[in-house]
């Protein structure tokens, strides 16, 4: 696989290195002369200097056979250009965007940049996971897929409560894929399991069925 | 007609002037307080006792967008100095907030062109330097 990747920051370096080692073809493009400069000692014709956001530049680093185009700069802004061009002009089938304000992805999302990562968002799902008693957290989104994982506490007094998975009545489209059990560790479930207040599910669901899904599992069907 | 100009530099303050002394309301967007001097040079009273509208706030924040009038504005002018905020708020004034015409400046030639192909309407002083250059050495394009 051909990975251009625009930013030569941490993620830009550490990506690189992984691809690399991973045997993938990979061009680095940092605009920042200095930076540039040190990468040069490590990755030597691996990385390319210039402005990224510059078809030129994109060109140079043969951006039209790209199988992949990660823009990972500390710009927004510049992360969605590169990203738009690698998709809308040099028609790269793949593109991954990382989105530095959170607040900005819906900007990523208007102009179809997709998937963008915000470590932000990561790690706020990371810490609303370990926060015991908050009844629902996004795990996972795939727009593209139209897919979700999100997980979810069994509450007292819940319709799911003390059932078989076979028989809690969760709405087309969505599936419990582990059980979580208040004491700890994790399995896939059989159909026969029985779910109890404080175990936490996870379910794969279609987008959208969060309030249907989440009735099941709480008491009074609110989020927590 | 409201004119909504984001970036009140050299280029931005003097159409928003203009457009004040031409009667139409303006509002201008920029994230340093320091510029609304320039909208102040030159005229005898202040930017809004002429009755033009200053907001203090970042290009790519909604909130700022829709405080300087975005929602209604007829026209909208990206005059910042960074040619992918111009290009990623011009975008958003166009397909978010449905702004009728959108007027931006992209200082690259190349990307000028690309995105004019895509449907903006941009404008590049890089290229009309070059004519001039051009032009006042005798070369013709």
Redesign the interface.
Same mark, same amino acid.
Do not use: F
């Given at each position: 696989m051909y990975v251009v990747i625009v930013g030569g920051g941490k993620v830009g370096l550490n990506l690189a290195r992984e691809l690399l080692r991973n045997q993938h073809e990979v061009t680095l493009v940092e605009q920042n002369r200095s930076t540039y400069l040190r990468l040069e000692q490590e990755l030597e014709h691996v990385v390319q200097y210039g402005d990224g956001?510059?078809?030129?530049v994109l060109e140079r680093a043969g951006i039209g056979r790209a199988d992949l185009v990660v823009a990972v700069t500390g710009?927004?802004?510049?992360n969605?250009?590169i990203c738009q061009?690698a998709k809308?002009?040099y028609l790269c089938e793949r593109i991954i965007a990382r989105c530095n304000?959170p607040?900005?992805l819906?900007?990523f999302r208007?102009?179809n940049i997709m998937p963008a990562v915000s470590a932000t968002d990561l790690i706020l799902n990371l810490i609303e996971h370990e926060v015991p008693g908050h009844g629902l957290v996004h795990l996972l989104d795939l727009p593209d897929e139209q897919l979700e994982i999100i997980e979810v506490e069994v509450t007292q007094g819940a319709p799911a409560e003390g059932r078989r998975v076979a028989d809690i009545d969760l709405p087309d489209g969505s599936l419990i894929i582990s059980v979580l059990p208040a004491g700890g560790g994790g399995f896939v479930p059989k159909p026969d399991t029985v779910v109890n207040a404080g175990d936490e599910v996870l379910v794969v669901l279609d987008p959208g069925l969060e309030d249907a899904i989440t009735a099941q599992f709480s008491k009074n069907g609110s989020h927590g | 007609m409201l004119v909504l100009i984001v970036g009140a530099g050299r280029v931005g303050s003097s159409v928003a002037r203009a457009a004040l002394a031409a009667g139409h309301e303006v509002s201008v967007l920029d994230d340093d307080p320091l510029s609304h001097e320039r909208l102040d040079a030159g005229m005898d009273t202040s930017w809004e006792e002429a009755g033009g509208r200053f907001t203090v706030g970042t290009a @790519?924040?909604?909130e700022a967008l829709t405080a300087a009038g975005i929602e209604e504005a007829d026209v909208f002018i990206a005059s910042t100095n960074?040619?992918?905020?111009n @290009?990623?708020i011009a975008?958003?004034a166009q397909?978010?907030f449905g702004v009728e015409r959108v007027i931006v400046r992209v200082m690259?030639p190349?990307?000028s062109d690309?995105y004019r192909e895509?449907g903006l309407n941009t404008i590049c002083p890089t290229k009309h330097a070059i004519e001039m250059f051009n032009a006042s050495l005798g070369l013709t394009a």
């Open positions: 956001t510059e078809l030129w710009d927004d802004e510049d969605i250009l061009v809308e002009k304000n607040r900005n819906q900007h208007l102009l | @790519l924040e909604v960074g040619d992918n905020t @290009l990623t975008q958003i397909r978010r690259d190349a990307r690309w895509q």
